[in-house]
């Protein structure tokens, strides 16, 4: 199957738009022998009804079958009656011979360039996905972004619900997830599902220096091939394996195990549950781990009797323990106090090779979090390589979406960081927002997100826990810890690339 894959052409009348690169893409689609043409979205600049007419005209002479979604500037000054009048249903369902089925999804909300799949939608694509689960190549197709992008600047413009839309594609083995909408091509495997975002195919605001692109999508049964085409000639070319179940018949042997905890929230008032702490404390040393790591909200707030109460109760954890810290645990004194308490914000640890990075997310007074470049280049300095360690990479907020939460916690240079982490071949990143845990594998980069160990805010069926994480020579291990009754599940298990 051969795909040929564009976005953001903003198409108008004015020198914004640039159609010449427009007019090179579709030159190759009638000319290559393409099976599908896909367009994820703003296909217009203002969603103007002479702007959809002037994109219908390049468009409607496309050969093969397309499948066009409207973006967030498409429906700009009430321009989704004008897509569908034009261009096309703004959402369905499409069949590709008899192996391939293409989901295709409006994600844009009216007038605003953030976006959402409501319930409706979502209910269509997990029904959809689950009736046709044996079909050998599954597609999704919306304008934005359920990855953060890397290099396009604050992230603020991710789905609102797109923890729920990843964990729905990783179970159900979606095999391609294309979008658009940040104007810079990247490529993340995350499980088994390959997330494709293209570039802007013909507008002037390109990103990071880039240029205008799209991508050429090979799909047969053992790999899935993605050329990124730039306008300026240059191509880049990575493969990737199709779906692929693991059985692990030898794990070697284990070289850590490591507790991660999460917003403790450790105050005198309701909504601190002092007994799930003392039960987690409890059940965490029954496990004997070599290190705790505290993903932040160690307090409920950074005031001076939050932080002696903190300071004894968390005695109760035998083992060492790290810490980062979140938004509430440096407002007010928390700064001063987090200091005096816990030592440096940023902390770091050798286990025997397995090398533990803390780097510190949280802002004043505020609940989003901030990495910063000066920080990032020392950091992935820092990683570069590896070597024969196993590196870890530990920091409040989330870097990717969580499910069953409202997607508020990204840090706002959230695609820079996880790209240069991945990119840098840190093995595992340890993050705390959200109250739900959940864990997943993003290329060769395992991601944890901690549950609320102790406060009423939490997420999970299992009420209050905690992460349990086992480092074997040739496999991780991510169990989530009930805090009252000390059972457990696997959340899930994967293999080292580079085995210890």
């Not at 066009?68 to 959402?91: C, E, M, W, Y």
């Not at 294309?178 to 013909?202: C, D, M, Q, W």
């Not at 601190?272 to 505290?294: I, M, S, W």
């Not at 406060?455 to 074997?472: E, K, T, W």
């Amino acid at each position: 199957m051969k795909i040929l894959h564009i976005s953001d052409s903003h198409v108008s009348d004015t020198d914004q738009f640039r159609k010449d690169p427009l007019k090179d893409a579709l030159r190759e689609l009638e000319t290559g022998d393409f099976d599908l043409f896909i367009h994820s979205g703003d296909v217009t600049d203002m969603g103007r009804n002479e702007q959809f007419e002037l994109a219908a005209d390049y468009f409607d002479g496309v050969s093969v079958p397309r499948i066009i979604v409207p973006g967030n500037h498409d429906k700009r000054s009430g321009g989704l009656p004008l897509f569908k009048q034009t261009i096309g249903p703004a959402k369905g369902v499409e069949f590709i011979g008899e192996e391939a089925v293409v989901i295709y999804v409006d994600s844009a909300v009216n007038d605003l360039d953030s976006g959402r799949v409501g319930t409706v939608q979502f209910k269509v694509i997990k029904d959809t996905l689950n009736e046709y689960h044996d079909k050998s190549v599954k597609i999704v197709v919306l304008h934005h972004h359920t990855i953060p992008i890397p290099w396009t600047g604050k992230e603020r413009n991710v789905l609102s619900n797109a923890g729920d839309l990843l964990d729905l594609f990783i179970k159900t083995d979606v095999d391609l997830v294309l979008s658009g909408h940040k104007h810079f091509p990247n490529t993340y495997k995350l499980e088994n599902t390959l997330f494709i975002n293209a570039g802007t195919v013909s507008d002037r605001k390109t990103r990071y220096g880039d240029t205008n692109s799209y991508n050429v999508i090979l799909v047969d049964e053992e790999e899935i091939t993605v050329q990124i085409k730039r306008y300026n000639g240059h191509v880049k070319t990575k493969n990737y394996a199709r779906s692929r179940k693991n059985l692990f018949t030898e794990f070697g042997r284990r070289r850590a195990r490591i507790a991660q905890i999460s917003n403790t929230f450790i105050s005198d008032s309701y909504r601190f549950r002092e007994g799930a702490f003392k039960d987690g404390a409890q059940h965490l040393n029954e496990l004997d781990p070599d290190l705790v790591v505290h993903c932040g909200g160690i307090v409920e707030e950074g005031i001076a009797k939050d932080y002696w109460f903190a300071s004894s109760l968390l005695e109760e954890i035998e083992a060492k323990i790290l810490l980062t810290p979140a938004g509430r645990d440096i407002n007010y004194l928390g700064y001063q106090l987090y200091s005096e308490n816990f030592g440096p914000l940023d902390q770091t640890y050798d286990l025997e090779g397995v090398y533990l990075r803390g780097i510190s997310s949280a802002q004043y007074d505020s609940n989003e979090g901030v990495v910063g470049e000066t920080e990032r280049t020392s950091l992935f300095r820092e990683f570069s390589g590896g070597g024969s360690n196993f590196q870890i990479l530990f920091l409040h907020h989330n870097v990717l979406p969580i499910p069953h939460s409202r997607e508020k916690g990204l840090l706002e240079d959230s695609g820079d960081l996880l790209r240069g982490a991945v990119d840098n071949e840190v093995d595992l990143i340890l993050t705390g927002t959200s109250s739900h845990p959940f864990a997943t594998k993003i290329n060769d980069t395992v991601v944890a997100n901690a549950n609320s160990f102790s406060s009423v805010y939490q997420r999970s069926l299992y009420g209050n826990s905690f992460n349990l994480i086992d480092i074997y020579e040739k496999v991780v291990v991510v169990s989530e810890i009930n805090c009252l009754w000390g059972t457990w599940r696997i959340m899930g298990m994967w293999s080292i690339e580079n085995s210890l």
